[in-house]
């Protein structure tokens, strides 16, 4: 009887252990569980989000990829470079020096600013535009600048942030495209233009870093047109200007 009672009590402790690891597991699966769905969800919220994000560009995109011609852009004007390496402002010689008189506007080269504008940004506000002076000095690094009329900022906000991502991605633009207000006070567009694209060419040898024939570049359209701006740069690349080597 004894002997009885023993496995009675193993077989009664052993059924009482199979449970608790059978609850145990079942906890472990319930939480297992839940963080598989948490991950899921953040996953998902990401991923919707990474699209919406995604969608607003392409739909940014769309509204710039209309008819060329509704752009009204004329044709592109070729100007005698002038100014390379001719440094002025903070840091040279000419210190007291605070702006520069182009005889452009937008100036596609000329005196400049010793610094050029390093930040990382590409779109640039009203509120804090760099110095002419100091993006004309990008302009000799091989940028393309697009200027925009300060009347257009607020309506055009996500089609710059967008045509800027596109552009900085293309090969002939090696991230050195920059969008920025022009100063309406320095000269006016011509009339009915909105917006200016400036780029600072010359023929260099990329092996010797021989520079040769240099012009100024510029293109005045009434609307922005993603076709417009991509045909500039592939025509005027960043390897195209007199210091393309540098930042």
């Known amino acids: 009887m004894a002997r009885d ?26 939480v297992v569980g839940a963080v598989v769905l ?36 004329d044709p592109v004007i070729d100007d005698p470079a002038t100014g390379s390496s001719d440094h002025v402002g903070p840091g040279t010689s000419v210190a007291d020096t605070e702006r520069v ?6 100036p596609a080269s000329g005196q400049h600013f010793a610094q050029p504008a390093l930040s990382e940004r590409r779109v640039y506000t009203v509120a804090d ?21 300060p009347s257009v900022e607020q309506s055009q906000a996500s089609q710059f942030a967008a045509l800027a991502e596109r552009v900085n991605a293309m090969p002939e633009s090696q991230n ?20 200016a694209l400036t780029h600072w060419a010359a023929d260099v040898d990329l092996q010797t870093g021989k520079v040769g024939e240099q012009s100024g570049k510029r293109q005045y359209c009434g609307g922005l047109n993603v076709t417009v701006v991509e045909d500039f740069v592939k025509k ?10 540098a930042a």
């Open 5 to 30: 009672t023993s496995r009675e009590r193993r077989e009664r402790v052993a059924a009482m252990q199979a449970k608790a690891k059978q609850s145990e597991r079942r906890r472990f699966l319930l």
């Open 38 to 73: 948490v991950i899921a969800l953040i996953g998902g919220a990401v991923a919707w989000a990474i699209m919406g994000e995604q969608s607003k560009k392409d739909a940014a995109l769309q509204g710039m990829a209309g008819d060329v011609a509704a752009a009204a852009c």
């Open 101 to 106: 008189e182009y005889d452009t506007a937008p």
């Open 129 to 149: 535009a760099p110095e002419v002076e100091a993006l004309v000095h990008n302009l000799e690094h091989g940028y393309t600048v697009l200027w925009y009329d």
């Open 176 to 195: 050195k495209f920059i969008i920025t207000p022009w100063d309406t006070t320095r000269g006016a567009f011509p009339e009915g233009k909105k917006y």
């Open 236 to 245: 005027f690349p960043w390897s195209s200007a007199p210091e393309p080597g």
